[in-house]
């Protein structure tokens, strides 16, 4: 079976952190790169960052500094640590499947249900 299930969400303070997690299947995981994306006001999916099949991770400018993607292998587990939110990084965060070559491309067949992420001020 294949699946992504996005988990860790809640309502937080600005200021403080939450630990999502994306639990994904084991031959999907191993062979992919692997992405996390939120709304933009405009309704819109951006991307906050990746993971490429290497593992090397990479996170977008609005939060680079304050956002940490990293995975573990033996769990078929991509992460996101979220510091320092602020109420604009509420919304519901989603893990993808994708594949890099110089940039992130995500796989529009494979999406998780989502985590919500509430950020007060």
Known sequence: QVYLQESGGGLVQAGGSLRLACAASPPMF???????????????????????????PYCGVPVKGRFTISSDDASNTM?????????????????NRGTYASQYYPDNDFWGQGTQVTVSA
Do not use: H
Not at 31 to 41: E, Q
Not at 83 to 95: M, Q, R
């Open 30 to 56: 191993s062979l992919s790169a692997m992405g996390w994306y939120r709304p933009t006001p405009g309704n819109q999916r951006e991307l906050v960052g990746f993971i490429t099949r290497r593992r090397t």
């Open 79 to 95: 992460y996101l640590q979220m510091n320092n939110l602020k109420p604009e990084d509420s919304g519901i965060y989603f893990c």
